[in-house]
């Protein structure tokens, strides 16, 4: 607000500059003060009618020797601005109470109405949250009195500014002293809340005014400036509260500006008191205060309170009326529901710190030794934020977090390539950023592409593995082998066999030796097909094996036909041979080399003999070569197991 609007309302109000910034002005401090002996009963108005009621000193009841005084007083246990507390033991119920004055220095009549006005709006209202009213009389002088219940306890303020007061030991009962006062708050507000429904606005609320009784009983004391509603008319500009503490619509010092919003913001100063420890308005003087008070700015909070318990506190000391909470009772259920969450509050907190954590390692590289720590913090930041949710799944605080958590977590697995984890983490946010979403579909798709591209390798080293069915190929090997040698000694050995074939074949004879090779190998290819056939190395090793063997036979065809003979048949067979097996030795493996130079020699052998040798010589060196084929494969499976070892 304009500084010059303030000024001249503060000049208005016509207050002492050096008047106490929390002691509490009333309505009738700037009327006259006058003498208890000049002040009569008809100017006391209304308090004519009140009840004597004797008032005497312990020395005074002893000495007269008549009937003692029906209150006598023990000793002084407070002052304000206008009255006193008297502490007076009650003669017929043998009880002590509290009897409420006026002090000899400001006696006159606004203050003795006020008195009497007090009395009657405390003993209207019957709550357990405020100070019983047992009587209202007036004293051998004529003025007035305010008998109450003598509250053996603490006032608040003393409470909060003693952190050590022994009285904390019972009002905590081993609970946070921030919960301790909030429960007293809580009764505060219930017992405005009555008040208010009874038209009755305190005005002067602050933890001096609030009395701890021996059991935590919790009593909202000192309605002196307390006004009914109905009696908020306009009026002179008088200043009525503690300057401290009060609403920006008080310091107009009109009573029609006030209403239960005032009390409100009033309970608002008391929970700021209890957040830093000072009150709603801070200065030196009365004018700095009220210039505060006037302008009404947001609480400044220290920044360890939670934002719903800052949002609380700011709602109520708000400067316009309509945005504050707009009765006691709301104010006490949102007090209420921040104890509910602050199960919540705490564990989101924890999460928080966790939380800066994480973003302070994302921003570096990590180590190997620092990848378990990360994940370990991703886990316990997770899990703080959902027990935060479980136990308040409003929060904001808990959405947030827990958001902005699973997104640190994502960029992070981006940033390693990880995209089946940045997809877990990203499917638990509830809204993700549209750019993380389209970094993460990127990722996946590069990652399948090279899934496929390895897919691809693996099978190619599968098919290329001479590994893959190693003991069936060389079962294979064998039986031909065995095959072959039988072939050769059934037909070189036993020249009657050959002799019988060529009686019942003829020149078709010669295509029985390798028909039966070919038999066997077609029967072994066939039992082992799903282990011969499975890879491409093998494959190709079974057709080299199968062009050999059938070439070999179309060769005695060819030659059989052409009238060539048995010897010009053999000779090709052989080199046949020599060459798929070159071819083998470049493809799979050194050693078949050493195959194919017995079949080259055998080739030259038998081309160089004459036609009877042929067979023989051809049959013996064919031996060999199958023999040395069993032990070539032999050491070929060693060095793929060697290589496999290194």
Excluded at 374 to 381: A, D, K, M, N, Q
Excluded at 498 to 519: D, S
Aim: charged fraction near 20%; glycine fraction near 8%; hydrophobic fraction near 45%.
């Amino acid at each position: 607000m304009p500084a010059d609007d303030f000024e001249a309302q503060y000049s208005r109000l016509g207050l002492d500059p050096a008047a106490a910034i929390d002691a509490t002005f009333v309505s009738g401090e700037q009327g006259a003060t006058i003498s208890r002996s000049s002040l009569s009963t008809s100017e006391l108005g209304t308090t004519g009618t009140l009840p004597r009621l004797t008032l005497g000193s312990p020395d005074a009841a002893f000495v007269s020797g008549e009937d003692p005084a029906e209150l006598v007083v023990v000793h002084v246990l407070g002052e304000g601005g206008m009255g006193q507390v008297l502490l007076a033991r009650q003669h017929s119920l043998g009880r002590e109470v509290a009897v409420k004055v006026l002090k000899p220095s400001a006696t006159n009549k606004a203050a003795a109405e006020a008195l009497v006005e007090e009395a009657r709006t405390t003993g209207s209202l019957e709550h357990p949250g405020i100070v019983p009213v047992y009587a209202l009389a007036r004293d051998a002088t004529g003025l007035p009195a305010l008998v109450m219940k003598r509250v053996d306890g603490v006032s608040w303020r003393s409470l909060l500014q003693a952190p050590n007061h022994p009285s904390w030991q019972r009002i905590a009962s081993g609970r946070d002293r921030l919960e301790a006062n909030f429960e007293i708050l809580i009764q505060v507000c219930n017992a405005t809340a009555h008040a208010h429904q009874r038209g009755v606005i305190h005005r002067d609320l602050k933890p001096a005014n609030i009395l701890i009784g021996e059991l935590g009983e919790v009593y909202v004391a000192d309605w002196g400036v307390a006004i009914q509603k109905a009696r908020l008319t306009p009026g002179p500009p008088r200043l009525v509260g503690t300057p401290a503490y009060l609403a920006p619509e008080m310091v107009t010092g009109d009573p029609s500006m006030t209403d239960e919003r005032t009390d409100i913001y009033l309970l608002g100063g008391t929970l700021h008191e209890v957040l830093t420890g000072e009150p709603t308005h801070g200065g030196t003087s009365v004018h700095d205060v009220l210039q505060r008070a006037f302008v009404a700015a947001p609480p400044v909070l220290p920044t360890e309170i939670p934002a719903e318990l800052a949002a609380l506190c700011t709602k109520a000391l708000a400067q316009d009326p309509k945005t504050r909470f707009q009765s006691a009772l709301e104010f006490r259920d949102a007090l209420r529901l921040f104890l509910q969450h602050r199960g919540s509050i705490r564990l989101a907190d924890a999460a928080t710190h966790r939380l800066r954590l994480l973003e302070a390692m994302a921003k570096v590289p990590l180590a190997a030794d620092q990848e378990r720590s990360w994940y370990s913090l991703i886990s316990e930041c997770r899990f703080g934020f959902a027990q935060a949710l479980e136990a308040d799944p409003q929060s904001p605080v808990a959405q947030r977090g827990l958001e902005r958590c699973l997104e640190v977590a994502t960029a992070r697995e981006l940033e390693r390539g990880s995209s089946h984890a940045a997809r877990a983490f990203l499917v638990e946010m509830k809204s993700p950023p549209a750019a993380l979403a389209d970094a993460v579909k990127l990722l996946e798709a590069k990652d399948l592409e090279r899934t496929a591209r390895e897919a691809l390798h693996l099978k190619e080293r599968h098919e290329l593995n001479p590994m893959v069915s190693v003991r069936e190929r060389n079962k294979m090997v064998l039986v031909l082998a065995v095959a072959v040698g039988a072939v050769v000694v059934l037909f070189s050995a036993f020249p009657s066999v050959r002799e019988a074939v060529n009686a019942q074949l003829g020149r078709w004879a010669r295509l029985v030796p390798m028909g039966i090779v070919a038999a066997v190998y077609l029967i072994c290819l066939f039992v082992g097909r799903r282990s011969l056939l499975t890879t491409r190395i093998n494959r190709q090793l079974m057709a080299m094996i199968g062009v050999g063997i059938f070439s070999m036979e179309l060769g005695r065809i060819q030659f059989m036909l052409l009238g060539l003979t048995m010897r010009v048949s053999l000779m090709h067979d052989a080199w046949m041979m020599a060459s798929v097996l070159v071819v083998c030795a470049f493809i799979l493996h050194w050693g078949f080399a050493v195959t194919g130079a017995v079949f080259l020699v055998a080739g030259l052998a038998v081309g160089a003999s004459p036609d009877e040798h042929a067979i023989p010589i051809f049959s013996g060196l064919s031996m060999v070569a199958f023999v040395s084929t069993v032990v070539m494969f032999r050491v070929w499976q060693r060095d793929l197991e060697r290589a496999q070892r290194v």
